[in-house]
């Protein structure tokens, strides 16, 4: 299984860097983001969506600009919110441009709802 991270919103990137907050975070619990990593422009690496079988976004609104007719690589794939691969509802705010406590608490969010939705998945 690979999993990959990509944007779709019209500022991101291919190779934008990671933020220095997400990196802290991230190194906080053992997660150590390689200095070259950088971001993956969805709407230049469309190929990405094509193969995917699942597709998880932070947001609603994410999904409903997948589904909104610009990026038909993405019709008829399963689109959920990362709560819903968890069974659960809502959505989970992107922290940029916040302080390290909403990242964290971002992080903490999205490492729990993809254990619990782990299996859920696999089973799929």
Aim: aromatic share 2%; hydrophobic share 40%.
């Amino acid at each position: 299984m690979e999993v990959r991270s990509g944007g779709i919103a019209p500022y991101a990137r291919d190779g934008s860097l990671v933020s220095m907050d997400a990196r802290l975070v991230l190194q906080e619990v053992g997660i150590d983001v390689p200095k070259t990593a950088g971001a993956t422009d969805l709407k230049n690496q469309r190929h990405l969506l094509a193969e995917a079988d699942v597709i998880l976004v932070m947001t609603d609104e994410q999904r409903r600009m997948l589904a909104a007719g610009s990026f038909p690589e993405a019709d008829g794939k399963p689109v959920l919110t990362v709560r819903e691969l968890a069974g659960e509802s809502g959505d989970i705010k992107d922290p940029a441009m916040q302080d390290e406590d909403v990242f964290r608490h971002c992080r903490d969010e999205i490492a729990r709802c993809l254990a619990v939705g782990l299996e859920r998945l696999l089973e799929a």
